[in-house]
């Protein structure tokens, strides 16, 4: 079992930024950690991931703007978003996948642009 909590989510004004931490607890470790957002009215949609090893990946609407880092001895994992847009505005999740593909999903946190 891991128990994700996301924090870090807020109001902004487009072109601002925000970190995003998700602390993963529990036995069970994770082989990548990932970032999904979902925006009212509409479904969850990838945004990023990190594997163990530190391998990155990113959403095209996201990519060069926002970063993914972890810090393995914290068991956290960061998604650093710069240069925000109206339509970065959702609600953020942190998911992440153990060795046995077993998922886990946090809460969410709420990030809000505004022009």
């Known amino acids: 079992q891991v128990r994700l909590v996301e924090s870090g989510g807020g109001s902004v004004q487009a072109v601002g930024s925000l970190r995003l931490s998700c602390a993963a607890t529990g036995p069970s470790s994770c082989t990548y950690k990932e970032w999904h957002r979902q925006a009212p009215e509409k479904g969850r949609e990838f945004v990023s991931r990190?594997?163990?090893?530190?391998?990155?990946f990113y959403a095209a609407s996201v990519e060069g703007r926002f970063t993914i880092s972890q810090d393995n001895a914290k068991n956290t994992v960061y998604l650093q978003m710069n240069s925000l847009k109206l339509e970065d505005t959702a609600m953020y999740f942190c998911?992440?996948?153990?060795?046995?593909?077993?998922?886990?999903w946090g809460q969410g946190t709420q990030v809000t642009v505004s022009s």
């Open positions: 990190i594997g163990r090893n530190g391998g990155v």
């Open positions: 998911r992440c996948v153990d060795k046995r593909a077993r998922e886990y």
